[in-house]
């Protein structure tokens, strides 16, 4: 198989699992996350009906997003300071985002373009010192104070599992999605209607994160290496 068809054959599946947990497949966006291909790779993606791309790295995302306009551009790396304004440009959502004072700049970065810039609040739910992502304990006061920048709009939250356990994967999706549901009520009427993205699940837990409420999957080898396997749950 090649890229068209294995993402088609993801994107099937998703529905598949939509319909299995009783939820509509139009409430999981499924991001194509291209950052171990070319430009050729998101234009084969895009022609078998890819529309949300995901990248990690700014010299990435930068010249994809130009050469496709077309397509949905997400963030999902580590944001750098000197970095936000090109990341502001090329991305609809931005994933990644932990820390108050790179909101603030990504607030002024979106202000000098006219946009309002969406985020989700990347969380460590699992609480591994390897990963990023704001604790826990410390998410409610981030977003609230991320939803008092003029430029910016928190749509919800993101993380990533502990790799190839799937009871701490589910473990991890079910506390976000918790998390969020404790954090929705704190929020101004106009910022809780907007706060309704989970962005959980890759190509080895996507499943999981599912049926655990996830509106956003971020799917990359499953779709563009041609040596991904899933393990077996
Ligand atoms: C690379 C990456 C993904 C996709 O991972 P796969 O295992 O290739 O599906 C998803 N989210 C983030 C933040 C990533 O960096």
């Known amino acids: 198989m090649g890229i068209p068809e294995r993402y088609r054959a993801v994107a099937a599946e998703v529905a598949a699992a939509c319909a299995d947990a009783g939820r509509d497949p139009g409430e999981v966006r499924l991001v194509a996350v291209s950052k171990t291909v070319g430009a050729e790779g998101v234009g084969e993606a895009l022609s078998a009906g890819a529309r949300d ?17 077309q397509a949905t551009w997400h963030f999902i790396g580590n944001i750098q300071s000197r970095r936000i304004p090109d990341i502001v440009a090329s991305s609809a959502l931005i994933h990644s985002l932990c820390d108050l004072r790179h909101g603030e700049r990504i607030s002024d970065a979106a202000a000098r373009l006219g946009k309002v810039q969406d985020v989700l609040v990347e969380v460590n739910v699992s609480g591994e010192p390897s990963k990023s992502g704001v604790a826990p304990t410390d998410a409610p006061a981030l977003v609230r104070a991320l939803c008092a920048l003029p430029h910016v709009r928190v749509r919800g939250l993101m993380t990533m599992a502990p790799r190839g356990d799937a009871g701490a994967d589910r473990a991890s999706f079910e506390g976000l999605a918790r998390l969020a549901d404790e954090i929705r009520p704190t929020l101004d009427p106009r910022d809780a209607e907007a706060f309704d993205e989970l962005s959980m699940g890759m190509s080895e837990d996507w499943r999981e994160a599912v049926s655990a409420g996830a509106t956003i999957v971020r799917i990359g080898r499953a779709i563009f290496s041609d040596e991904f396997e899933e393990t077996p749950a």
Not at 53 to 59: L, M, S
Request: no cysteine; glycine share 6%.
């Open 53 to 69: 791309f995901g990248e990690n790295r700014p010299d990435q995302i930068v010249p994809k997003a130009a050469a496709y306009p």
